[in-house]
């Protein structure tokens, strides 16, 4: 598990400053979720701490240490899955210590170890056209969490499904938190999806194409252990967070 730190990080692109001096911090063994509008900047902030752009000012510490500008230091998965077609599910999700230097058989082990966690047990040797939508999910989530077991950035992974596939894979994914004990910072636009999963909500506004750069106007701790979740989302506690959201968002 690794603690995150955004301290006064500004991004844009040639003219156009679409994130101004955000600032966020995500403890170790924390989901917290980033929320805000289609467009709001949020991909752009995750590029930046993925290290896959480096900001115009500010910096991204992991564990206290300085990682501006480095790729290859986070986990990060995006809202498609990326399977590769021609490889099985078990070569897939081994890649990232195959790509570190593991030899391939080791890496498929230490892959393989963890099927079972991750609700892939009996498809190593399947191929992704083959498996549905949320197991090819949890085949990118397994991928990811070997890439960086510390500290994971998940790019709306859950918004291609359905509603029955995204509830189970909500209580699933918190169950994985818990048990493999890694810390992840989310990127949403759903409310619910962001109040039923996370521990502390930060929610960023703006409309960089008019000239509003993003910034983070407020945030929300949500005080709901992760075994309560399932049913979270029928109580008072859990609309009372989603009326403070719905305050910040304007």
């Known amino acids: 598990m690794a603690s995150l730190d955004i301290e006064d990080v500004s991004q844009g692109f040639g003219d156009i ?3 101004d ?3 966020l911090h995500v403890e ?3 989901v917290a979720c980033l929320l805000g509008p289609s467009g709001c900047g949020k991909t752009t902030l995750f ?8 900001p115009w000012a500010g910096r991204v510490l992991l564990d206290g240490h300085d990682i501006t500008g480095q790729s290859g230091r986070l986990a990060y998965m995006l809202q498609k899955d990326l399977l590769l077609p021609h490889k099985t599910i078990l070569d897939n999700v081994s890649l990232p210590l195959v790509l570190k230097g593991e030899p391939r058989d080791s890496a498929r082990d230490k892959a393989r170890e963890l099927l079972g966690l ?4 009996g498809t190593q040797d399947r191929w992704p056209a083959e498996l549905s939508g949320g197991m090819r999910q949890r085949a990118a989530l397994l991928r990811s969490y070997l890439f960086s077991r510390e500290f994971m950035l998940l790019d709306e992974p859950f918004s291609a499904l359905d509603a029955f596939t995204k509830a189970d894979m909500h209580e699933w994914f918190l169950n994985v938190v818990d048990t493999c004990g890694t810390t992840a910072l989310v990127v949403t636009h759903d409310i619910d999806e962001a109040v039923k999963l996370a521990d502390i909500i930060y929610v960023m506004r703006g409309a960089p194409q008019r000239g509003e750069p993003a910034h ?4 929300e701790p949500v005080a709901c252990e992760r075994s309560q979740r ?12 989603k009326r403070r959201v719905l305050n910040l968002l304007g």
């Open 17 to 19: 400053k679409v994130l």
């Open 118 to 121: 991750f609700g892939l047990e």
């Open 216 to 219: 983070i106007v407020g945030c």
């Open 47 to 54: 590029h930046a701490i993925a290290g896959l752009s480096r």
């Open 28 to 30: 170790s063994g924390q």
């Open 230 to 241: 399932a049913s979270f989302s029928l109580t008072p506690a859990f609309l009372d967070h």
């Open 21 to 23: 001096a955000i600032n």
